[in-house]
């Protein structure tokens, strides 16, 4: 039996009737790396990553826990090994933000239990350390989408999983604020052993914080680049031309290498 | 969240005071009147005529109908909270028709056990539910819009076969029995009666009551609830067992009692927020104290008791116009 904690997919496919979302997809996650999902809208990353969520089971294939499959485990367990956060996702809901944050524990509450206090305060260190503790307070459905992103960062936080599963998570966020969310989950992920799948849109943000990458082109996978093969830029390069567009190249700066668009 | 405790508890013990004022005041007006003392020497035991009357008669009676406000308003509470649909009550999924309909058909078939006219009641009032959800789950369009239909239609066809009943019905025995049964009202409610009734409501309010948290992360959406490790399935189907228990319980007894499930719960929301652990045990005493309300208008306003459902069915009815003209957005 295989050891070390990982979230598997195996020969994943979904057809949505005669359409084409996702066909033969394998992936092996495992922690203490950021691994970045690239892709054009409609190239299956979402359904990808709902797959891994358990909310979408495959036509074929499966998703693996820890060697088992993902469907033999109960909501509980899946809710405090997989975390998820749904892309420019608006819950409908009247509680406040430290109150959704504070759901995060839920996976770990029995029956009948509600959050302790101590677990509140949890949750509004998790806010401070976002620098949004100011919002505590204030009621979910008033706050801005990229603030709703940091509070789910923060309730994946809380959470506490294994696997973190973000889709477009900084997709609303200012540009200062989209580093430093980088910033933190890469460190968050590399002192507790967790692993994050993200699904972006910025080539840059890729290149910059990701272990590993993905690109995904009409539901296959283009290629999974890994940062320390040492071809790994050379790749990158020829797998975003592929897929966006002949114009994108990749320059080096002293700063380090960038996308640009010519 | 101290702040918001500590609000919420003054709240609690204030609505508990207008509950408390709401009993006294019940309990000395009537035919039979009691004054304050009287009340005060009842309790101390003395024997006497009005104290008979009072404690066999009118006590039980505001002792049911202040448990029945609150199981209906907690009821209608959750319903609303679990369908994350303003317009879902117990009397809108149509429980309460085919609650009715199992009393009847008990009334006709078995006896007037109230056991037997509980437990069919009950089941009558579940079968109907799933129904009616069962065809908002297959119809298309407008979520809000789907329930509705969806108990319309359960409603028509309950009320179809209740008529049908009453056509073939025994007109000198079994007719009067039900018709007086279905306008529904708290005149003969015995000690008996909260006796067996009394531990179910307990019962299903508690569980209700402690699952809280869990219905306020699935209030969230049901996709959420599930990634935090909610047991979507399980928990609705408790929440909707138990829900449905409440109403069972008290048509029962009373008959069908309308519209209390469905505007308690938004004067509850207008006053303190959507927020299902702390809505519920509010509801519960707002329920208890409305309809005690309309129960004594009911018994005192003419010199024969007006049945209760028209009192709380126009309250209702001005409460909710009220309700959706001040709102600028729909529902």
Known sequence: ?262 | MMVRDRRFWRLWLFMLAILCATIVLSSCTGRYAVTWQDLVSFLQGEESMGGSLFFYIRLPRIVFVVLSGAALALSGTVYQSLFQNPLVSPDILGVTSGCSLGAAIAIIYGSSQAFLVQGVAFLFGLLAVSLSLAVARFAGGDKTLRFVVAGIITGAMASSVLMLLKYLADPYKQLPAIDFWLMGGFHSVSWADIGKTLPTMLLASGILLLLGWRLKVMATGEQEASLLGINIKAIRFTVILCATLLVGAVVSVAGAVGWIGIFVPHIVKLIWGDDIPRTMPLSLLAGGAILLAADTAARTLRASEIPISIVTSMLGALFLIYFYTRKKKPL
């Open chain 1, 1 to 262: 039996m295989n050891r070390t904690p990982s979230l598997l997919a195996k020969q994943i496919r979904l057809y949505d009737q005669k359409k084409r979302i996702l066909e033969n997809i394998s992936l092996s996650i495992t922690p203490s790396r950021i691994i970045t999902i690239l892709g054009l809208n409609g190239a299956g990353k979402t359904t990808l990553l709902r797959c891994l969520a358990g909310l979408l089971t495959p036509d074929s294939g499966e998703v693996e826990l820890h060697g088992r499959p993902l469907l033999s485990y109960s909501a509980k367990q899946r809710g405090q090994a997989i975390s998820y956060s749904g892309q420019g996702y608006l819950a409908d809901t009247a509680c406040s933000v430290r109150e959704f944050v504070v759901m995060g524990v839920t996976p770990y509450l029995g029956l009948f239990e509600v959050p302790s206090s101590a677990q509140m305060e949890q949750a509004e260190e998790a806010l401070n350390h976002l620098g949004i503790g100011h919002l505590a307070g204030k009621p979910f459905l008033e706050t801005s989408t990229g603030e709703r992103q940091l509070a789910f960062l923060a309730r994946g936080l809380l959470q506490g999983t294994r696997f973190l599963l973000m889709d477009e998570p900084t997709a609303f966020l200012d540009f200062r604020r989209q580093h430093e969310f980088f910033q933190d989950l890469r460190d968050f992920v590399c002192k507790n052993d967790k692993a994050a799948v993200i699904t972006l849109h910025d080539p840059n943000l890729a290149l910059a914080y990701s272990d590993e990458v993905l690109f995904l082109h009409q539901g296959e996978v283009l290629a999974h680049l890994l940062r320390k093969e040492t071809d790994f830029l050379a790749r990158f390069e020829q797998c975003a031309k592929q897929i966006y567009s002949e114009r994108l190249t990749l320059t080096s700066t002293k700063h380090g290498t960038v996308v640009v668009w010519e």
